[in-house]
């Protein structure tokens, strides 16, 4: 019931100035050391300039301790909460995470001002505070952007959905958890399709950054016929005391490849030198491949993760390769595959040949080029060495 005390503070003052009295702000909070905060986060500010009083209203809160909340995370229904506190008590609580704390305050007419406070008290209410959250186009920016872009008359969606964004959800995403290296390369395996859209700046300021930087270029009409920048200063309140992601995603092609190519090299050298740990490290892969299949599948079938649907990477990791397991395990006493096998093995390396041909054909979107250079060599050692007794 915390959000109550704030509401309760947020009408001392607040709730109940004139719109004339209000400033408006987006405040900026930099990424965090947690994967959960590894995209930042940010609040809309309302500043009383006559008592001082400053609330700070964002969309970003979620309970571990809510029932089943696990399960529908893995299903992808994320409920979250908007939420208001004093400034002073957010901007502390970043400050001492050593997260950066940046300030832009917005020129705002008196009549937006108002309308912006009435909405976000509005949905303040406990029957409004609540939403399903969305990684890519529902989150806590979004959010913000969105009842800023209202409170503008649509000003900002307008300008910024007729610019290019800079990079894809998936770019992004692989960026920003660089620092969490396993966590990255999960994620970027799971991402279908819908990762790979080219965005518009509207599009891609679902990142507090990006929306950070996208307001300095906005113009609105200054009510004399011309236009003048929405911004009217930014502030760095609190600098950065944390690693700071990278500017660009990096290029998984180059790792992944080296690692399918050592790792297919040393399926090929066990078969001949030491067949048990041939059978250990086949086994090893073909587990992976058939678990990360499972949950390829179903996320596509059974959540609402929409960017992890249509996955082209359960060409290359699926079910099939469970079937494999006593093969593999046979051949360490020097039995063949028996007929049924070859065609399973043939099956899954035809799978993987379309997985390359997807990317031959015009107006393929997934970008999962990383994950057929770590593949392909593994698939084509353990076909070899499963019909090596042929």
């Known amino acids: 019931m915390a959000w109550l005390l704030c ?18 702000s987006l405040i900026t909070y930099g990424p965090g050391e947690t994967y959960w905060e590894r995209f930042g986060h940010d609040a809309i500010e309302l500043r009383d300039s006559a008592s ?19 399960l529908n995370f893995a299903r992808g229904r994320m409920h979250y909460l908007m939420d208001a506190a004093p400034s002073n008590l957010d901007e502390s609580y970043y400050v001492e995470a050593g997260r950066s704390v940046t300030r832009q305050s917005l020129a705002m007419t008196v009549e937006q001002a108002g309308a912006l406070r009435d909405f976000l008290l509005w949905n303040l209410r406990p ?7 969305d990684y ?27 610019r290019a964004g800079g990079m894809t959800f998936r770019q992004q995403t692989a960026r920003l958890m660089s620092a969490q290296t396993w966590l990255m390369l999960v994620m970027d395996l799971g991402l279908g399709p819908y990762a790979d859209q080219p965005l518009s700046a509207w599009q891609e300021s679902f990142l507090p950054e990006v929306l950070q930087l996208q307001l300095r270029e906005v113009r609105i009409d200054n009510g004399h016929g011309g236009l003048q920048p929405l911004l009217q200063s930014e502030q760095l309140v609190s600098p950065n ?27 090929v050298l066990t078969r001949r030198w ?20 499972l949950v390829l ?29 006593p093969t593999l395990w046979r051949s360490r006493r020097g039995l063949a595959a028996s007929r049924f096998m070859d065609g399973v093995i043939a099956l899954q390396l035809l799978a993987s040949m ?10 393929t979107v997934q970008q999962n080029q990383p994950w057929l250079l770590f593949a392909l060599p593994c698939w084509l050692a353990l076909a070899w060495s499963l019909r090596r007794n042929r």
């Open 7 to 24: 509401a309760s503070s947020a009408r001392a003052s607040v709730a109940n100035a004139p719109g004339a009295n209000l400033q408006v």
């Open 52 to 70: 001082g009083e400053a609330i700070s209203f964002n969309y970003g809160v979620f309970d571990f301790n809510e029932a089943n909340f696990f």
């Open 127 to 133: 029957e409004n505070a609540g939403y399903n959250y």
């Open 136 to 162: 890519y186009v529902d989150n806590c920016t979004t959010r913000v952007r969105d009842a800023l872009n209202n409170a503008l008359g649509g000003v900002l969606k307008t300008q910024l959905g007729a």
């Open 241 to 267: 005391r944390l690693d700071v992601p990278p500017a660009a995603a990096p290029d998984l092609r180059l790792p992944l490849g080296l690692a399918g190519l050592s790792l297919g090299a040393l399926i």
């Open 274 to 293: 030491w067949p048990i740990g041939h059978v250990l490290l086949g086994t090893l892969y073909l587990l992976c491949a058939g678990i990360i299949g």
């Open 297 to 325: 599948l179903t996320l596509w079938t059974l959540t609402t993760h929409h960017s992890a649907w249509n996955n082209a990477n359960l060409l290359l990791f699926n079910p099939l390769a469970f079937l494999l397991l």
């Open 354 to 363: 379309v997985a390359v041909l997807l990317h031959l054909l015009p107006g």
